[in-house]
């Protein structure tokens, strides 16, 4: 309805109006592209069909046989007939109309390669970032950013994007918002945040939209409305007799909910990125200094977005053996967020039911241990994550070699060894006796 509102409206200017100069480069690009849509014309057509290689009194003393071959310029102009009156008005210093300079300008386009489409739909701009970002939708994260895609353009529709549908896009990204807050009037901006972020980013790359800096969630820019966001409840640090309960718990009931619970602990890890583990390339459980290897998945996504870390695994090794390929297929068996919900509810029932006893209270609890036990900042890095410390250049090419630490014993040795200092204290007696690494620095 968008698309046939504004070229009737350009055929009404067009039929009051033939000054060029009455219409905007938009309008133009619009009218040429209608003109070559009614004669089932594209862009760049005949771009490829070769120049006739001689001049016109060679081309007429040719053969009639030689001349059966039409090249770029005659097909052009079987297409457009109207550009032989055009190109003798424009010789003679005729001022041509508009309609003729848009007729021109479709002769042109039909015999030149365009370097790029001014206007997508929006699955057409979708489809460009997936590729551009090498995105997998069929699995792991391509595939949860695809359904938030899907979920949106469900409510406003596949649309056009281009120069003069900032209006009309904006529009529908707020009504979006505004349905979300009906549905959920209790929904969180973070949430919305979250739905629209893969979204308006296919918007972005969109190149040379005047307007893309419009597309931004930005409170101060003001171009879209959303809630307050609030303040995220973070999770309290767990008392001493607290952690001893839980990695006693964890142990003597052990389960694939459990263990992800005691694998997040050993460095404060985060839900998803326990998820995007690979058991075949990630896991080292049965090396001489049994740990993981966090490198975010088929995607690589912990180099730009997670934490790359490597972390030894100092409580409750046999149980993460036995368990943690179990808890990775149930975490990739639900969407995205259950594990979280349904980990926490453990959490509460254990340490109590106020909101600050979640999964991420492990990252301040174990930042707590790393300071007791006076861990080197380069160290701390490398199991959790904290962008201090010089190793980028010392550990990280090793994060990504599939091989892991196998050329570089030493240097895991000492990340074993700060680990098991961090968690010293919470070790069962019957750990100690089975697990027991001779190290030396």
């Known amino acids: 309805m968008d698309e046939s509102s504004r070229l009737y409206a350009l055929n009404v200017k067009m039929a009051e109006a033939s000054d060029p100069e009455a219409f905007t480069e938009s309008e133009r690009l619009l009218a040429v592209e209608e003109v070559l849509r009614q004669r089932k014309l594209k862009h760049g057509e005949f771009a490829k069909v070769p ?45 041509l109309t508009f309609r003729q300079e848009v007729l021109g300008d479709a002769w042109k386009a039909v015999q030149v390669l365009p ?5 997508k739909t929006m699955r057409e701009a979708w489809a460009d970032y997936v590729r551009l970002k090498g995105l997998d939708t069929s699995k792991g994260d391509g595939k949860d950013k695809q359904q938030r895609f899907e979920r949106v353009i469900a409510f406003t529709g596949d649309f056009l994007i281009s120069d003069e549908s900032k209006d009309d896009v904006l529009d529908r990204l707020q009504s979006f918002i505004d349905n979300k807050q009906r549905e959920n009037p209790a929904i969180k901006a973070q949430s919305i945040e979250r739905e629209l972020s893969e979204f308006l980013a296919a918007i972005r790359l969109i190149p040379r939209l005047s307007w893309r800096d419009a597309v931004t969630l930005d409170r101060k820019v003001m171009n879209l409305q959303l809630p307050d966001a609030d303040k995220p409840v973070k999770g309290r640090v767990l008392t001493d007799e607290e952690l001893q309960e839980f990695f006693n718990t964890c ?71 036995q368990w943690l390929p179990e808890t990775i297929r149930w975490m990739n068996s639900v969407d995205e967020n259950s594990p979280s919900v349904t980990l926490n509810k453990r959490l509460r029932k254990m340490l109590g039911k106020e909101a600050t006893v979640k999964s991420h209270m492990f990252r301040h609890t174990w930042l707590r241990l790393c300071r007791r036990a006076r861990i080197i900042e380069d160290n701390k890095h490398a199991i959790a994550g904290w962008e201090k410390g010089d190793t980028n250049n010392a550990l990280m090419e090793r994060v990504y070699d ?40």
């Not at 059966?68 to 005729?94: F, M, N, Y």
């Not at 370097?115 to 206007?119: G, I, P, T």
């Not at 005691?262 to 080292?284: C, K, T």
């Open 115 to 119: 370097e790029y489409r001014r206007r």
């Open 51 to 95: 120049e006739r290689q001689y001049t016109e009194e060679q081309w007429e003393a040719l053969p009639n046989g030689a001349k059966i071959v039409p090249d770029r310029h005659d097909l052009a102009e079987w297409s457009i007939p109207e550009i032989e009156d055009i190109l003798d008005d424009s010789q003679r210093g005729k001022r």
């Open 251 to 321: 142990i003597s009931k052990a389960d694939e909910k459990w263990v992800c619970l005691l694998v997040a602990a050993h460095a404060g890890l985060g839900m998803r990125e326990i998820r995007r583990l690979r058991p075949e390339q990630d896991l080292f459980l049965e090396a001489k200094y049994p740990h993981i290897i966090f490198r975010g998945g088929e995607e690589d996504i912990a180099k730009t977005e997670a934490r790359p870390r490597v972390v030894p695994i100092v409580v409750g090794l046999e149980v993460v053996k």
């Open 402 to 441: 599939p091989h892991g630490f196998a050329d570089d014993p030493e240097l895991l040795a000492q990340l074993y060894e700060d680990q098991q200092a961090i968690f010293s204290r919470f070790v069962t007696n019957a750990e100690k006796a089975n697990n027991v690494v001779s190290l030396k620095r």
